[in-house]
């Protein structure tokens, strides 16, 4: 085999390497001079963002929730106040009432001796000793409903917008309907709406606004 | 086309791979909640009374109790112009204040005692209710005297005056509260009337027109209402 034909089948390790060197020290020099020249930059001041919060507090307005209806006989009515707050930041939407009985009875059926519910709001403020509301005016935000409708599905209050750190000032009435029973030597007849008793959670909710698209 | 080939392909098409629908549904749900999230996800925020609200029915009920003998005690032998005054007291033992009284009489037996239809005059049991604000102080010596305030809450008129379907009422209004007690005397007279049995014949419980020899069932039944409905605010 003849020198030639060796340096054909085996190449010196050392060519590439001197290759890449001459190369990389040609790339170098021609390099800085094509890329050597004005550069420019904008740059804002930080932008800033922030996330809005959604929140709504339940506040007693007199006694409110915290004072027990006792007794109650067909045809009364108990009034009792509430005040909602939208406190976070972001405007609400979709006011809902729902609820939960801590019993199954009578009362909070759906039938015709079924405690019902409804919700008035004042535009101003209630008198919560009178039940007026001073000043304003009222709206019916739910009908008289059993209970039984209202914790099988929550009752849709408020559809629309609620602004951020509104008030919602609201009238809780519960009235039991007319009805004829007869106790009979100390027994209530069967399926009797006396004697009963249950406690009741009343949870308000509502949702963001429509997410919006903006540009300014 | 090669035989072999020609049964791989028969093969491919009746054994088709059971992962790819699965794969899809698979591909398919993840897009769906990828998606899903973005178009529902909101914010929300919820407010409830802490103290659950406590919410009672109330309860109207009365009860019975005889004073002294009271119905328990036979009324027995009558005669013409004879009085006999049973006493009892009605108790509302519910939970509710109640109002108004009412007396319903319901009866079985004679009806000579009971209806006053004869053309002769007054002859059938009479009642008559009388109320007192306490207790009746004697009720074994006869009119059981009323220390005071004594009022007639039912003039005297036939048994089958009370007979009817609507009860007639005693007291309208009044509000009676909750334990409050009634403290009535029912008295229950035979007329003064005249009847002539000739030669000791006795009547029999089936001779019609007389007042003798006669008998009565009677249940007194006493209603009351439920006080006026409130409505109250606080």
Known sequence: MTRGQHSTTRPSVWRP???????????????????AGLTATARSPAQQVSSGTLSITLADNGSGFTQPITSIAPGDVVNRYVTLTSGGTLAAQRLTLGLTSSATNTLIGSGAGALRLTVTSCSTSWATTTGVCTGGTTATLLAATPLGSVIATPSVLVPGTIAAGALTRLQISLALPDADETTTNGVAPAGSIQGLSTSLTYTFAQVQRTATTTGS | ???????????????RPVWKPLAAAGIGGAVLVATGFGVFASLSATANNTTAQQVDSGVLSLVLTNNGAGFAQIVDNLAPQDTVNRFVTLTNNGTLASKDLGLRLTTTGSSSLITDGNSTGTRALTVTVDSCPS?????????GPCASGLTTVLTTRPLSGLTGTTPTTLITGDTLAVNGQRHLRITLTLPNQDENIANGATP????????????????WTFNQNQRTATTTTS
Do not use: E, Y
């Open chain 2, 1 to 15: 086309m090669t035989p072999a080939l020609n049964n791989a392909t028969t093969d491919d098409h009746r054994k």
């Open chain 2, 204 to 219: 029999s419980p089936d001779t019609t027109g007389t007042i003798q020899n006669q008998n009565a069932q009677l249940t």
């Open chain 1, 17 to 35: 390497l001197g290759a890449a060197s001459i190369a990389g020290v040609a790339l170098t020099l021609t390099g800085s001079g094509l890329w």
């Open chain 2, 135 to 143: 207790a009746w102080t004697a009720v074994t010596t006869g009119n």
